[in-house]
């Protein structure tokens, strides 16, 4: 097969290089040259002004929070999962990936109405006698949206490296001495390593660049680097800028990646 | 004591997940044009769900990106997974690594960049961007789920299929391609589901006319959802939900079950 792999190859490093490369390199390029075509490093540096600043904490804070709640929700629930018979794999995997068959935006949306003033929720919380609760158009509404939507994304990897987990590692363990919570931090944890980074990557990327869960969940004042970027783009047209922003946010991406890479070598942790 | 509490963890769990979905699904049957109050059952959304031709046009075109990409993708995927499989180490991982730049990226990121690409030469914004940009994030999901299969393929089979007299096309399709099947398989339905799913990288790539369901969507949000849409969305995930479990208790579903098992 060697031979002919060189033009079996070619369509797909052809359009790697048109979509992939290509394309990346234009955000380079507009984020390091200014309107007149000048080399300028002043895209960049824009992250620094207060608005753009506080844009960035505030996703950074957000997404980090969402993702370790998705984390500690979703530990104990793969655990769970993977101590579940063998055959009912396939249809742990679909009960997360069905929610997406319904719209993302509209599930999102779908919270504005569970969590409103006079929603269901706040309906049911009432007739418990328990105090209401008023989140919607916060921060607390839009890390709700972000665990919400992207906790499927932690429980897969998570469930697939837990249960690749050879049971008589666990009962030699066992056999050997150690207790429950011995086990679990010195054989079940170490030996999930690959499929919580790539949880980790796959919440926090998505959580740190969105700009539809806090259009839609946290009203209109409050703006993460996605909204400032998705404007410069779509109402701005200062697509420079915008594209400078995106380099500084490609640098946590990246960052991320060099996580994965590290600790993650052969992919272990994908979602399928 | 502590089944019970798997039990319960796990149904509150499901109840997160599912409950905006069951509200989506009330909303579909509410008279009242708000969301915000309940004016009493009705059907008359499904019913005028047709006529509206804004949505239907909004679903066609989401549902021949879907498929078209989906397809492409799959085939190119597939294609790059064998060629792949002959490659030197290096190049190979170096070929994945770019493989998983719309993976790890963020949308937005792949989004602006494949609109600065399409400004750049000249692309008519359209179907067409929306239809290469699907393409390009679905076929890593491909790659994904197909390169697992190769790497456990036996390549003798393939060497005696040849030194047996078949040509070359005739040993793929009836030594490798079989094996590869569910790998294909799951690769093609996650990228359907992604290519279905997505609204960030189809809001920049898109031109002004063109819309999907959730560019729709999201240029009602600000107007109020058109209780329509609602009843679209219920329709497609009962259909899908029915479809999979027609898949998951039909006699041939059996087999499918048994490949996942394997992975």
């Known amino acids: 097969m060697t031979s002919k792999s060189k033009w079996l190859s070619a369509p797909y490093v052809l359009w790697s290089v048109v979509f992939i490369i290509i394309p990346l390199g234009m955000i380079f390029y507009y984020g390091l040259t200014d309107k007149t075509g000048a080399f300028t490093l002043e895209n960049i540096t824009a992250i620094m002004t207060a608005e753009h600043r506080k844009a960035l904490w505030l996703s950074l804070l957000l997404s980090l929070i969402s993702t370790l709640i998705c984390f500690l929700l979703a530990y104990p629930l793969a655990m769970i999962l993977a101590n579940m018979k063998v055959s009912q794999h396939s249809f742990i995997i679909l009960i997360f990936i069905l929610p997406m068959w319904m719209n993302f935006l509209l599930r999102t949306l779908a919270w504005q109405t569970l969590l409103e003033k006079s929603g269901v929720i706040n309906s049911v919380l009432t007739f418990l006698h328990l105090p209401n609760i008023n989140i919607i158009n916060t921060p607390y509404a839009i890390v709700l949206g972000m665990v919400y939507n992207f906790l499927p994304f932690m429980v897969l990897p998570l469930y697939n490296a837990l249960s690749k987990i050879d049971e008589n590692v666990i009962n030699a363990a066992r056999d050997l001495g150690a207790g429950s919570v011995h086990t679990f931090f010195r054989i079940i944890l170490p030996l999930s390593v690959p499929g919580i980074i790539s949880g980790i990557t796959m919440v926090f990327v998505p959580a740190l660049t969105t700009f539809v869960i806090s259009t839609l969940l946290g009203g209109s004042k409050i703006l993460l680097i996605g909204n400032v970027i998705e404007q410069e783009f779509t109402q701005a047209s200062n697509w420079h800028l915008g594209s400078g922003l995106s380099i500084v946010l490609m640098i946590f991406i990246i960052l991320n990646m060099i996580a994965s890479a590290v600790f993650d070598k052969d992919g272990e942790g994908g979602i399928l | 004591m502590r089944n019970a509490a798997r039990k319960v963890y796990i149904a509150l769990i499901f109840i997160f997940l599912y409950a905006p979905i069951v509200t989506l699904m009330v909303l579909s049957f509410n ?60 190049t190979r991982s170096v070929l994945l690594g770019v493989t998983n730049i719309p993976m790890l990226n963020a949308d937005i990121v792949t989004g602006i960049s494949l609109m600065l690409l399409f400004i750049s030469f000249g692309f008519r914004f359209g179907f067409g961007t929306i239809l290469l940009s699907h393409i390009t994030f679905n076929i890593p999901y491909v790659i994904l789920s197909v390169m697992p299969r190769m790497k456990q393929l036996n390549p003798s089979t393939y060497e005696a299929a040849l030194d047996l007299g078949a040509s070359h096309m005739t040993a793929f399709f009836k030594v490798i391609f079989p094996d590869l099947l569910p790998g294909i398989l799951s690769g093609f339905l996650m990228a359907f589901t992604m290519s279905l799913d997505d609204f960030i990288i189809t809001h920049f790539t898109k031109g002004a006319g063109v819309d999907t369901l959730s560019t729709k969507i999201y240029t009602e949000v600000k107007k109020g959802i058109k209780p329509e849409m609602y009843a679209l969305s219920t329709i497609i995930f009962v259909t899908v939900l029915l479809l999979l479990i027609l898949v998951n208790t039909a006699p041939g579903g059996k087999n499918d079950n048994k490949d996942n098992k394997e992975q």
């Open chain 2, 31 to 90: 008279a009242s044009k708000t969301r915000a109050k309940w004016g009493g059952f009705t059907l008359k959304w499904y019913s005028s769900l047709f006529q509206n031709r804004d949505i239907m046009e909004a679903l066609v075109n989401t549902l021949l990106i879907a498929v078209i990409s989906s397809l492409a993708a799959t085939v190119i995927g597939t294609i790059a997974c064998v060629a792949m499989s002959g490659m030197k180490r290096r």
